[in-house]
């Protein structure tokens, strides 16, 4: 019996290291500021303006997740095989990139005629991709150091928008201006003090073309994995006017929140499962998470509606039903989230793609038959059957995969909250 018990304190202890508790407090930090900007962005854009914002942020995104070609989701797997200055060949690869990307754009402003709006739109993609590759980077390597950068990237962001609301006309332009301030903040903050080594000879034929084997299959996951977040933006946009978009991304953001819970552990775990397979953690993780969620689901159910209105104004309440919706929906895809780390850093690439090329095609037949005749709800209702069978799917191949009884993973048990309960008084002590 004791032994077992020390077994669960070894098991619970992992999420009071410095590395959880760094990523919890800031990931908390990040949702707190993440939503008082979103309130004074949301209200100084309005409906059709949020709408036309969420459309090209979507392509932004898109766009990046097509131009990195799964090259930073190599990093953990490559690692693993002990290659020296493995972070320097990488970040070498990065600003090469960049600077082609950057170069290929403005090339593009040059030779075409493209609105004020679009043209930093196209500024913003290659920006963006060299600070998700970064920080992808530094979450493997330094995760301290990468969550100071994203707390002090969005702290300056939310002092951006409150700058916007007071002192700009609602419009377009200056909402995608401090959107590139924040990415370029981030990037600064992840950079200083850090002493790049540029050497593009040191990325030899052999190593390329072992980050594009790995790569290929995490850009083709990573793909699909934006596509079934974001394709429903894509499909509604000629069905509906600007307005209802605007309704729908509101609520499409306020459920994404939600995915703090996860990530807190999903990057916490990453930097851990890159050098061991962490399935007693992995299942804690998914417990509390879940756990958090049905919390959160039930004050959405209740109070949903009063806090879009109190946070929004009254001219987003349409954007309630879409919430909930999504919201369910986001609940099954926590097991995606954290599961897909494990499967990926095995080697089970193969297992993660196909799972989201089902929910994926899903999504999208889904959406094209609903839409037309649910609208914005259509959409929401979409999305939760996809998003649920993604995840789904992945927790019974885990349970199978590693003899983990599914009870274990739904439920927080006792031993949960007391273990965490005397953990926490350790760490006060």
Not at 151 to 158: C, D, K, P
Not at 237 to 253: D, I, N, Q, R, W
Not at 332 to 355: A, E, P, Q
Request: proline fraction near 2%.
């Amino acid at each position: 019996m004791p032994e077992k018990i020390n077994s669960i304190k070894n098991k619970i202890r992992f999420f009071y290291t410095s590395d959880f508790l760094s990523t919890g407090s800031s990931k908390f930090f990040i949702l707190l500021v993440s939503l008082i900007s979103s309130i004074f962005l949301t209200r100084f854009m309005g409906p059709q303006i949020k709408g036309e914002y969420a459309y090209l942020i979507n392509v932004v995104s898109l766009a990046t997740v097509i131009l990195n070609f799964g090259i930073y989701q190599s990093y953990p797997t490559l690692k693993n095989q002990g290659i020296k200055n493995l972070q320097d060949k990488y970040i070498s690869l990065f600003i090469f990139q960049f600077i082609i990307l950057i170069s290929v754009f403005i090339s593009i402003l040059l030779l075409f005629n493209i609105s004020q709006v679009y043209s930093w739109g196209l500024i913003l993609i290659p920006i963006m991709l060299l600070t998700n590759q970064m920080s992808f980077l530094f979450i493997v390597d330094d995760i301290k150091r990468r969550n100071i950068a994203i707390v002090l990237g969005s702290f300056s962001y939310l002092l951006a928008t409150i700058i916007l609301y007071y002192f700009f006309q609602s419009s377009l332009y200056p909402v995608i201006l401090i959107l590139i301030f924040k990415e370029l903040i981030t990037l600064l903050i992840l950079l200083i003090n850090y002493k790049i080594k540029i050497n593009i000879h040191s990325l030899n034929k052999k190593l390329i073309k072992k980050i594009f084997s790995f790569g290929l299959f995490a850009a083709a996951s990573q793909l699909l994995l934006v596509l079934n977040y974001k394709i429903d933006i894509f499909i509604l946009k000629p069905f509906v006017p600007l307005t209802e978009l605007g309704y729908y991304s509101l609520g499409a953001g306020m459920a994404a929140l939600a995915w703090i819970i996860p990530d807190i552990f999903k990057e916490t775990l990453l930097s851990r499962i890159s050098k061991k397979n962490y399935i007693a953690e992995t299942t804690i993780s998914l417990r509390l998470s879940l756990t958090i969620s049905y919390i959160i689901l039930l004050v959405i159910l209740f109070f949903g509606k009063d806090l879009i209105v109190l946070l929004y104004g009254d001219s987003f309440t349409p954007a309630y039903k879409v919430t909930v919706y999504l919201f369910v929906g986001i609940i099954g895809m926590i097991f995606y989230k954290i599961i897909g780390n494990v499967f990926l850093v095995r080697g089970d690439k193969k297992m993660v793609l196909y799972t989201l090329l089902v929910g994926s095609v899903m999504n999208i037949l889904l959406n094209y038959i609903l839409i037309p005749r649910f609208g914005i709800i259509g959409a929401a209702v979409a999305s939760l059957i996809s998003y649920s069978t993604c995840g789904f799917y992945l927790l019974f191949s885990y349970c199978k995969l590693f003899t983990v009884k599914l009870q274990d993973v739904l439920l927080v048990n006792f031993n949960d909250v007391n273990l965490v309960k005397k953990e926490i008084r350790k760490t006060r002590q």
